[in-house]
Structures are given as structure tokens and as C-alpha cells.
């Protein structure tokens, strides 16, 4: 229901920027995740956006090079990724609640098939 893109392969210290979209529901009327999962490891929040784009929420790991953003004209949220590292690598993807925005995927009702994240040299 959501797609999730623009995702690759990068050099460390290199930049991508993730869209997440759907032709199915407006997004304008609910929160969105950015969550991403590695090889081995569980699936954890990355940062989330209000439905409005006024509030933000960034993992610790993330703050500072990442930045998510909306633009419900597009139907589209954004999510800046910038001085790449390894560890960032992961499948990367998107979610969509009504209510307040969360950091917990389990209260994201719908879900984006993921883009992969590759930051090797």
C-alpha cells in the first residue's frame, strides 16, 4: 500500500534521499515511519513524522544527518539521508498510522515493501 524508494548503493560519507508514496489513501491525514532492519538484527525506528509535519522524532544513531519530511501536496514523505555509514545499511521502510506519530512499528497499521540501504567502499 505504501512504496518506498530511492534507496541504493553508496560510499561512505554520501548521501540518499527515501520517498514514500501511495496512490491509495491521503497521507496528509497520518503519521509516517521510517523504519529499517539489517541482516541478523531487529527492525527499529529511524524517525517519524505528525501528520501535520510538525513534529519529529530521530533515533539518537541518526540525529543530526537524517531529516524527514512531508509533502502532502505530493503525497509524499521524504526522508534525507546524509554522511552515510556503514551501520546505516539496511532494508529500509516506510509506515503510515492515524493518530499521533510513534516509534513503535507495531502501531503502524500499513506498511511499504522496503528499499534497500547499501553504504560500503
Known amino acids: 500500500q505504501l512504496q518506498a524508494s530511492g534507496g541504493g548503493s553508496v560510499q561512505p560519507g554520501g548521501s540518499l534521499k527515501l520517498s514514500c508514496a501511495t496512490s491509495?489513501?491521503?497521507?496528509?491525514?497520518?503519521?509516517i515511519g521510517w523504519f529499517r532492519q539489517a541482516p541478523g538484527k531487529e527492525r527499529e525506528a529511524v524517525s517519524c513524522?505528525?501528520?501535520?509535519?510538525?513534529?519529529?522524532y530521530y533515533a539518537d544513531s541518526v540525529k543530526g544527518r537524517f531529516t524527514i519530511s512531508r509533502d502532502n501536496a505530493k503525497n509524499t514523505v521524504y526522508l534525507q539521508m546524509n554522511s552515510l555509514k556503514p551501520e546505516d545499511t539496511a532494508v529500509y521502510y516506510c509506515a503510515a498510522r492515524e493518530g499521533f506519530m510513534a516509534n513503535m512499528d507495531q502501531l503502524y497499521e500499513y506498511w511499504g515493501q522496503g528499499t534497500q540501504v547499501t553504504v560500503s567502499s
Open positions: 491509495e489513501f491521503t497521507l496528509g491525514s497520518y503519521a
Open positions: 513524522i505528525s501528520s501535520s509535519g510538525g513534529s519529529t
